[in-house]
């Protein structure tokens, strides 16, 4: 089974995008690294024009590339993180006041809670029960087959999947850091 998912993750990471977060849509606690790559969240609210882009409310961050069609790849750093949320969103999300992340409202997300407390974040949540923690997630989309998935890179292990999505918007890389739980990394990279 191990070669079934490390043949897979190969072949969904041929779909690999470079990513980099838009400070324009990070919320105010959010520090960005120069190269858009890295986030984590600084203990002071920075005084920004809060724009229409901007989440004013939830501690989150979107790529700046957007997806309209295809497949995209893409992975995430989250070794040693306690508390994170991570996906992928739709351009007309709402960015203002508090989100419920689910499908319906344009977010197929998977988050960790507590240290070892995984969902994903469907309708209801379904929890995850995984072997080990990852320290790279892996993110999928397929937007032909209505498709999102979530990878462990190092086990080369599926985490969960949403299956029969409907795209009918842009969908951007969408990254929830949360207060005080920092320094996690977008990339693309991987061996």
């Not at 998912?5 to 990070?26: G, I, N």
């Not at 969240?41 to 790529?63: A, M, Q, T, W």
């Not at 960790?112 to 320290?135: F, H, I, M, W």
Request: with cysteine; charged share 25%; glycine share 6%.
């Amino acid at each position: 089974m191990k070669k079934l998912f490390e043949a897979e993750l190969k072949r969904v990471q041929q779909y690999a995008e470079d990513v980099t977060l838009d400070p324009d849509t990070a919320y105010p606690n959010l520090i960005l690294s120069d190269d858009g790559k890295q986030v984590h969240c600084g203990d002071v609210r920075k005084n920004l024009r809060d724009n229409p882009e901007r989440f004013s409310y939830c501690v989150f961050v979107l790529g700046k590339q957007s997806f309209s069609s295809g497949r995209f790849y893409f992975e995430v750093q989250v070794k040693g993180k306690t508390k994170w949320n991570l996906g992928v969103a739709r351009e007309s999300i709402n960015r203002k006041g508090d989100i419920t992340l689910r499908p319906q409202n344009g977010y197929w997300t998977i988050w960790l809670r507590n240290g070892n407390d995984y969902k994903a974040l469907a309708s209801p949540p379904v929890r995850l029960t995984l072997k080990s923690q990852p320290e790279k997630v892996g993110v999928f989309v397929d937007h032909e087959e209505g498709l999102v998935s979530f990878y462990d890179v190092a086990a080369a292990a599926l985490i969960y999947s949403f299956t029969g999505c409907s795209f009918t918007e842009k969908l951007y890389p969408y990254i929830g850091p949360l207060v005080m739980y920092s320094a996690n990394m977008f990339s693309s990279e991987y061996n």
